[in-house]
């Protein structure tokens, strides 16, 4: 079997080499062939797909975090034309490690191995944006406001934390400087939300900001997306809100509206950023929507 993998050497405050390294010797012990290669920067990893899919891999393995795992996705699912077929196998060394909490993936190198040379695979749903200048695809979430604001802040902190506390000091500065925005939010074209809010999350996964239960009954196989709208929150609110993320009881409070739909639709009184798979972007976007089944994964 020959195999192709992607390496983020920068991944997990540099974690993801020393990891990467011992599952690749497992693999080389069962006679497994790997070609690898090393992202070099941003955006780098997508356009490694490319070249890797012309050696007809069985399988291409992505080590980092979930940004390389989200660059990775949307190399796959831009080369098989709207459908990842090449199945993913996925090498944990990332700062906030959602997507492992979502597959319920263990990061154990033995098991990670073993994953790989199974060869079994399953499908999950995908997410994609709809901005005024490109398509993204997301395999965890999609989100706008307060979340996007953590992770820029989280990014900057340049932080040797573990993930949840590096990502939790980004929430609490963010939620110190929040600005709430007056918008709109479709699903399936029915209204489920207008006016002042600070956030808007499409969610694929339950866990997002480092363990965050942000969707609690979310389901990346159900081919819907689950939507959480925090809206007119005061500062001193919010920060007694945002504990309750963790084990997934801000879905209680009169201020958090939620659905599940296979559109969203949100129109906001000005732009802000967009937060995909902890990816940051600038554009103004318009829509997110669910692509069942669209990604295959080892398992």
Known sequence: MVIAAIVNPAAGNGRSEARWARVERLLDRSGVTVRAVRSEGPGHAEQLVGELLKRRPAAIIAAGGDG???????????AG????????GLVYAGTGMDLSRNL?????????????LSGRSARVDLGACETTTRRRVFVNFGETGI?????????S????LPGRLSFLFAALHACAASQPVDGRVLVDGACLYAGRLLSVVA???RFFGGGMKIAPVANMADGLLDVVVLGDFSRPELFTQIWKIYPG???EHPQVFTA??????IQLSRPTQLDLDGELYEDRFHSFQILPGALRVLV
């Open 68 to 78: 390389t795992f989200h660059e990775v996705v949307n190399g796959l699912y831009a």
């Open 81 to 88: 034309n709207g459908d990842a077929t090449v199945p993913l």
């Open 104 to 116: 319920r993936m263990s990061r154990a190198t033995e098991s990670t191995a073993q994953r790989i």
């Open 147 to 155: 979340g996007a604001a953590v992770v820029a802040r989280e990014a």
């Open 260 to 265: 599940r739909g296979s559109t969203v639709s």
């Open 157 to 160: 902190m340049h932080s040797h």
């Open 203 to 205: 969610a694929n996964g």
């Open 249 to 251: 009881l801000h879905v």
